[in-house]
């Protein structure tokens, strides 16, 4: 990109140069052969247009870069760090809010809505991968307590979360036909 950008800057500089030196061969052959005076003020444009150009190429080779820099290092991951955080606490006030199942699109237009009063215009992506942070999060919190082994992967198949040894249902109880805990007998002492 900035090959191309230069080969245009000199293409730009060397059509200013000709059109500007034919306008001069212009004016001298229009001009009386008398007149001992010569009009420099096309000369004076064009060295003006190629100083100009070259000072445009300069700030955009040397002062540009510098300050760009300096901006990625010092707001981008503020600025990110925050509006990841916005798209987090809207995501969460929305599963609160909006309650039921089928209900995505309506979350999903009310998080837009909230980042968009906040000032933010994020892509739906990032809305999506919190949602999936989420789930992943909460997943993981009732893994310990159930069998989650008959839930399916996400798309990108990633592995189910770890289960601690001991801690889920299945290991207290039975279940019947609709997943309900079948209460225990008591045993007696003399067993």
């Known amino acids: 990109m900035k090959k191309f950008l230069a080969v ?3 293409v730009t500089l060397i059509l200013t140069g000709a059109f ?3 306008a001069l061969a212009e004016t001298a052959e229009d001009a009386p052969r008398a007149a001992p005076m010569v009009d420099l003020t096309g000369v004076i444009i064009a060295v003006l247009a190629l100083v100009f150009d070259f000072l445009l190429a300069w700030i955009a080779r040397v002062i540009i870069p ?3 820099g300096w901006l990625d ?3 981008t ?5 925050l509006i990841w ?3 987090t606490k809207m995501v969460d006030a929305a599963e609160q809010i909006i309650i039921g199942p089928g209900q995505g699109a309506r979350k999903m237009a009310y998080v837009q809505a909230g980042l968009q009063q906040r000032g933010y215009t994020v892509d739906t992506d990032m809305i999506e991968a919190a949602v999936k942070r989420m789930n992943d999060r909460t997943k993981l919190m009732i ?3 159930f069998d989650l082994s008959d839930l399916p992967d996400d798309e990108e198949g990633t592995a189910e979360p770890e289960k601690e040894t001991g801690c889920g249902v299945k290991d207290y109880c039975d279940l019947d036909e609709n997943g309900n805990p079948i209460p225990e007998e008591p045993q007696s002492v003399n067993e």
Request: hydrophobic content about 40%.
């Open 85 to 87: 955080d916005a798209i």
């Open 20 to 22: 500007f030196a034919y």
């Open 8 to 10: 245009l800057l000199a």
């Open 73 to 75: 290092e010092n707001t």
């Open 66 to 68: 510098p300050i760009t």
């Open 143 to 145: 893994g310990s307590a």
């Open 77 to 81: 991951e503020k600025q990110k760090g």
